[in-house]
């Protein structure tokens, strides 16, 4: 079963930091761009970055509202996915999203989600 | 960026309506666009991709269309656990943008 589950999530002061991880399994990981994506309270989605693959020599994306403050890296070994957030202030508050993304094709974006984990920014 | 323009943000619908959820980009996307539905206390879940392409599992009542600017979601005849938030996502330019989803309630 393909799966993936994040941690991490937590209650962090503004101007703190976290690191929320992802653990995958069930597919081959190596293969897969990997995504974050967060949800504020009661908001939509927002896309806040992607890791690409070796082949693509582990190149990164950010939204502009995270770049500069936040860092995605990936552990191919652990099958993990990983999101350093700095700087965090309120608006950061969210439910974060892990998501797989196809490299092969194109054609298929943010296809498996994980179950999110809640980052609470406040003092 | 690509700003993704949905419409209604909400609509009241009954079940067995036909319901079509539009979304405009700024500037031209191909059909890099893909639909997802999420209901509350839910996690997103993708219903079409490449405009058009019904993902696997998904009931044929829905349907997605379009390309370039404009693209719109269909649903044929409304189910009961189609009462959701719908969004589209354009991922033809970085950085990837949602729109900001659209409600479906109960009439």
């Known amino acids: 079963e393909v799966q993936l589950v994040e941690s991490g999530g937590g209650l962090v002061q503004p101007g703190g930091s976290l690191r929320l991880s992802c653990a995958a399994s069930g597919f081959t990981f190596s293969d897969h761009y990997m995504d974050w994506v967060r949800q504020a309270p009661g908001k939509g989605l927002e896309w806040v970055g992607r890791?690409?693959?070796?082949?693509?020599?582990?190149?990164?994306e950010y939204a502009a509202s995270v770049k500069g403050r936040f860092t995605i890296s990936r552990d191919d070994s652990q099958n993990s996915l990983y999101l350093q957030m700095n700087s965090l202030n309120t608006e950061d508050t969210a439910v974060y999203y892990c998501?797989?993304?196809?490299?092969?094709?194109?054609?298929?974006?943010?296809?498996?989600w994980g179950q999110g984990t809640l980052v609470t920014v406040s003092s | 960026d690509v700003q993704m323009t949905q419409s209604p943000s909400v609509m009241s619908a009954s079940v067995g309506d036909r319901v079509t959820i539009t979304c405009r980009a700024s500037q031209g996307i191909s059909n890099y666009l893909a639909w997802f539905q999420q209901k509350p206390g839910e996690v997103p879940k993708r219903l079409i991709s490449a405009a058009s392409s019904l993902q696997s599992g998904v009931p044929s009542r829905f349907s997605g269309s379009g390309s370039g600017t404009e693209f719109t979601l269909t649903i044929s005849s409304l189910q009961p656990e189609d009462f959701a938030t719908y969004y589209c996502?354009?991922?033809?330019?970085?950085?990837?943008?949602f729109g900001q989803g659209t409600k479906v309630e109960i009439k």
């Open positions: 998501v797989r993304t196809a490299a092969g094709t194109p054609y298929d974006p943010l296809g498996v």
């Open positions: 890791a690409r693959y070796k082949a693509a020599n582990y190149t990164t």
């Open positions: 996502l354009q991922h033809n330019i970085y950085p990837l943008t």
